[in-house]
């Protein structure tokens, strides 16, 4: 009866859509985070031989940060638990983990993205997520095709240039 429950339970999971490279950024992080745990532990212990806690800030400072090393530790594992890994076919289709160029009809301006995870986008660095207006729009669509972006405060047309695969998504 407990196995049912859980089988229940797992298929009405939501799990997050992220391509390989954005899987591989949160191993990274982790790494890191846990590379610097035992450093914050030590500081920790440092500040709590120093004496009186109550007014000890030191204490109250590591304690703060420890807290905060583990909360996000918690996170990314959860997210690396819960992921989804896309890997597009090279079929010149927009899916995650491909760049497509697009032109923007109103203005002729041509811009590339990638198509990413929600965790992923980073405008700054081109990377679009999926679940974006722009993004809902694009996925599945074909080279050539003109599509309508229903923006929150505008609506807009974009023509498809070129699909790609990313680098790190090409298919061995």
Known sequence: MQRKKIQEAMAHVYFQKMTPTGYHEIEEEIKKLQEQRPAKIAQLKAARALGDLSENTEYSTAKRELRHLESRL????????????????DNQTVDLGTAVTLQFEDDDEKVKYTIVGKQEADLAKQKISFDSPLGQALLHQKV???????APQSTYQVTILAVQLTSSEEIN
Do not use: D, S
């Open 74 to 89: 918690r996170y990314l594992n959860k997210q690396l638990q819960y992921a989804e890994i896309i890997k597009p076919a």
């Open 144 to 150: 050539g095709q003109t599509v309508t972006v229903q």
